[in-house]
């Protein structure tokens, strides 16, 4: 492992100014579950500044906000979001994709922040988040923004963080009436990411109604999470039967970018999609 300078600062003003200060050469930590196991050991040369956010306050809560969802906090671990009693009620599928991470000795040291600013395709918390028009605030010496989270990765493990900016939390707006979301994902072990995976999530006021606002988002079968807005459009204010729903994942695998990678071929990542899309779709309308 290369030798690296390690930071605890203990306020939000600091961890921007020693990010700003290595710009290029510092990396934050919350759980370490990515970082020190993937780049660390890799020996990373460009990586010689650890900086640390468990010292820093307010950043592991999840919390609800009057008019506006729920906030949680980048220093959540999955675990908290996995057993929340809130969620479950509230949003069940993050508390559904936070216990499809890993082994729960994982999910008691693993972050949210973390989960998503690794920019991992095949990232768990993505897809379901997405599909809910998640938020991230972000904040850096400038002060603090909001971008939706769909907007956040621009490449595998490339986000919109300018330099010097850090996710302090991230903000889920109200579930509207009627409104399901499920996901799901395909492993060879629970201990290894999803060789691919499907978040969807769409409201019918009630059995019969067309469905509106319907999201599909597809994980690791394109170099960012990928909206799969082609089955979207098909879906959108109709009645979803079986029929539908076969053209709908038919489009998904068509319109999907997968690679061949030591986990899985292109060819299978492809026909898996289109299997756990029609597998997801099924689990909402027959809800």
């Known amino acids: 492992m290369k030798a690296f300078e390690y930071f605890r600062p203990k306020e939000v003003e600091e961890v921007s100014k020693i990010l700003l200060e290595h710009a290029g050469k510092a990396k934050l930590i919350g759980g370490g579950t990515d970082l020190l196991v993937g780049l660390l050991k890799k020996g990373e ?153 499907v978040g969807v999530a769409m409201t019918r006021n009630n059995g019969r109604s067309g469905c509106r606002n319907v999201r599909i988002v597809l994980g690791a079968v394109a170099p960012i999470p990928l909206r799969a807005k082609g089955a979207e459009i098909l879906l959108e204010g109709r009645v979803v039967d079986s029929h539908l729903i076969e053209e709908a994942a038919r489009l998904v695998s068509r319109d999907c970018h997968p690679i061949t990678d030591v986990r899985s071929s292109e060819s299978y990542r492809r026909k898996m999609i289109r299997v756990l899309t029609v597998r997801a779709l099924k689990e909402i309308t027959e809800a």
């Open 45 to 197: 040369r460009s990586l010689e500044y650890i900086v640390s956010l468990r010292d820093v306050p307010g950043l592991r809560f999840i919390r609800e906000v009057k008019d506006q969802g729920f906030a949680i906090g980048a220093m959540t671990t999955l675990r908290e979001i996995e057993r929340s009693e809130l969620l479950k009620e509230k949003y069940p599928v993050l508390s559904q994709a936070a216990g499809k991470v890993g082994y729960i000795q994982i999910r008691n040291v693993a972050t949210l922040g973390g989960n998503l600013c690794n920019a991992s395709p095949a990232a768990d918390m993505v897809p379901p988040l997405v599909c809910l028009d998640a938020k991230v605030r972000l904040v850096g010496s400038d002060g603090e923004r909001v971008i939706s989270l769909e907007s956040f990765f621009v490449g595998p493990g490339e986000t919109a963080l300018k330099t010097g900016e850090w996710v302090k939390e991230i903000i889920v707006p109200p579930m509207e009436k009627g409104r399901k979301a499920t996901y799901t994902k395909l492993e060879r072990s629970a201990m290894d990411i999803a060789i691919a995976s």
